[in-house]
Nanobody, 111 residues
Framework: QVQLVESGGGLVQAGGSLTLSCRASGMIFSSKALYWFRQVSGKEREWVAH???????SYGNFVKGRFTVSRDNAKNTMYLQMNSLKPEDTAVYYC?????WGEGTLVTVSS
């Protein structure tokens, strides 16, 4: 059974940093491309970042060098390091792989 579990969300002041984690189980983690998305209540889910099985990375345009996605295959875990956070980054952040999604972790950035 595939499971994705996010953690690391919380409340942070504008300009601060957070690191999100996504721990996976039930699949061959190292062979999978992984994604971060986010969603604000009432709005569509938005793609944040992507990391391939080989470690190639890509980001949504709004990231602009502030976030870094990484993975540790030995720990079956993907990370999202977020720096210079802005109030508009407030959202529920989800990790995804194939058609599987985690339940999300809430990030709140206060001004």
């Amino acid at each position: 059974q595939v499971q994705l579990v996010e953690s690391g969300g919380g409340l942070v002041q504008a300009g601060g940093s957070l690191t999100l984690s996504c721990r996976a189980s039930g699949m061959i983690f190292s062979s999978k491309a992984l994604y971060w998305f986010r969603q604000v209540s009432g709005k569509e889910r938005e793609w944040v970042a992507h990391i391939t099985s080989r470690g190639n990375r890509s980001y949504g345009n709004f990231v602009k060098g502030r976030f870094t996605v990484s993975r540790d295959n030995a720990k079956n875990t993907m990370y999202l390091q977020m720096n210079s956070l802005k109030p508009e980054d407030t959202a529920v952040y989800y990790c995804a792989m194939d058609n599987y999604w985690g339940e999300g972790t809430l990030v709140t950035v206060s001004s």
